[in-house]
């Protein structure tokens, strides 16, 4: 056993390894693309909600984040982080948050894709007091949320935002369906499609004499495989900082550069059955399986020797809340086990712990 190893078999399991070298590559990798594409980059900081990570970005040039939760602008405002996007629809019972978060000093961008959300926001401003800075969602995959491109309601939203007294700072897109691509020029093609979406809507607010300083992009796969931002201004990717087994199957990352995983007992096994079982459930791994529906199912994660080493044919095919079934037999108490959990939500419900790759050697995970 490897001085790697060896410190590994002391640490209680579950337990998510972050490596830290490869996080660092990553990080540095897509700050430097996006230095050369001459955008300003935004992480999703959802993807780690870990302070230490966050800070790494910013000091490698990141500009601001993005959330997906209140609680988490709140978390990442405590830590000192003051430049934030919460990206997701506002509704009016999120308002005081928002405001007692900008009370405080916290630039909290807020985000709508609707006449009444606007509404909303601008009568919760005008009441309080305060100029809320808004930008609109842009539908450019059909994905999800967001407002068309030339939809006409575009402008109705933006002049309800301006006339009322917000501030209008810009329009913001996410084209999740290139989740769902696996082929360079599938994804090249998406990247512009996104790009030229938001840029034209964009073009359209000022075209109509409305404010638009900012025009905000991306995905992952789409800010790893964009060929041209002309027209943008900030580029938002959460997963590529630990990268994950979706990623390795849309093709924008190897197993290699994945920087999480979870490392597991062998607690028994069913011999029968071929199964070995774990003590990571989906608790620990993740309940989300997001390679279900791709050309490749990894199950609940990928199996690895506790030196970081894939072991062909085995997988985490089944799980339980705190049991996890490995598709081939091993002695129960052996640990040299570690899982590559298939979904970036690992990092959620289990707060990673930090450790340096002279202290960790191991194959991430995400």
């Known amino acids: 056993m490897t001085n790697h190893s060896q410190s590994l078999a002391s640490v209680d399991t579950p337990a998510a390894i972050i490596d830290t070298q490869r996080m660092q590559h990553n990080i540095h990798c897509m700050q430097t693309r996006m230095d050369a594409l001459g955008v300003r980059f935004r992480p999703h900081v959802k993807t780690t909600k870990c302070s230490p990570v966050v800070k790494a970005q910013i000091a490698a040039g990141a500009s601001g984040i993005t959330v997906s939760t209140l609680k988490e602008a709140t978390q990442f405002f405590d830590d000192?982080?003051?430049?934030?996007?919460?990206?997701?629809?506002?509704?009016?019972?999120?308002?005081?948050q928002a405001l007692a978060l900008r009370r405080r000093g916290c630039d909290l961008k807020i985000l709508t894709d609707s006449a009444?959300?606007?509404?909303?926001?601008?009568?919760?401003?005008?009441?309080?007091?305060?100029?809320?800075?808004?930008?609109?969602?842009?539908?450019?995959?059909g994905h999800r949320s967001g407002i068309r491109p030339d939809e006409p309601a575009l402008l109705d939203v933006a002049t309800i935002l301006h006339e009322g007294g917000a501030c209008l700072g810009g329009v913001m897109t996410h084209a999740g369906s290139s989740y769902e691509l696996n082929t360079r020029e599938a994804l090249v093609a998406m990247a512009e499609q996104e790009r030229s979406g938001c840029v034209r809507?964009?073009?359209?607010?000022?075209?109509?004499?409305?404010?638009?300083?900012?025009?905000?992009?991306?995905?992952?796969p789409t800010a790893l495989s964009?060929?041209?931002?002309?027209?943008?201004?900030?580029?938002?990717?959460?997963?590529?900082?630990?990268?994950?087994?979706?990623?390795?199957?849309?093709?924008?990352?190897?197993?290699?550069?994945?920087?999480?995983?979870?490392?597991?007992?062998?607690?028994?096994?069913?011999?029968?059955?071929?199964?070995?079982?774990?003590?990571?459930?989906?608790?620990?791994?993740?309940?989300?399986?997001?390679?279900?529906?791709?050309?490749?199912?990894?199950?609940?994660?990928?199996?690895?020797?506790?030196?970081?080493?894939v072991i062909p044919g085995?997988?985490?095919?089944?799980?339980?809340?705190?049991?996890?079934?490995?598709?081939a037999r091993r002695r129960p108490g052996h640990r040299h086990c570690?899982?590559?959990?298939?979904?970036?939500?690992?990092?959620?419900?289990?707060?990673?712990?930090?450790?340096?790759?002279r202290a960790v050697s191991c194959l991430p995970g995400s």
């Not at 982080?81 to 005081?96: E, F, R």
């Not at 707060?351 to 340096?356: G, K, T, Y």
């Open 80 to 96: 000192g982080i003051t430049d934030i996007l919460y990206a997701v629809g506002m509704v009016a019972n999120k308002l005081p």
């Open 226 to 309: 964009a060929e041209n931002l002309q027209g943008v201004t900030e580029v938002r990717a959460g997963v590529y900082v630990f990268f994950d087994l979706v990623m390795h199957n849309v093709g924008v990352c190897s197993t290699d550069d994945i920087a999480l995983s979870v490392l597991t007992t062998v607690i028994g096994h069913q011999a029968e059955k071929g199964w070995a079982i774990v003590d990571a459930g989906w608790m620990a791994m993740s309940r989300d399986r997001g390679t279900q529906k791709q050309q490749r199912d990894f199950g609940y994660g990928l199996v690895c020797g506790i030196d970081g080493a």
């Open 314 to 327: 085995y997988i985490l095919g089944g799980a339980n809340q705190e049991h996890g079934i490995l598709s």
């Open 116 to 141: 009444d959300s606007a509404r909303a926001i601008v009568a919760f401003g005008a009441a309080h007091g305060e100029m809320f800075e808004v930008w609109i969602e842009i539908d450019t995959d």
């Open 338 to 357: 570690r899982a590559l959990p298939d979904r970036d939500p690992t990092a959620h419900p289990a707060q990673p712990r930090l450790r340096h790759r």
């Open 201 to 220: 809507a964009a073009e359209r607010l000022r075209q109509a004499g409305l404010p638009c300083p900012v025009v905000s992009v991306g995905s992952t």
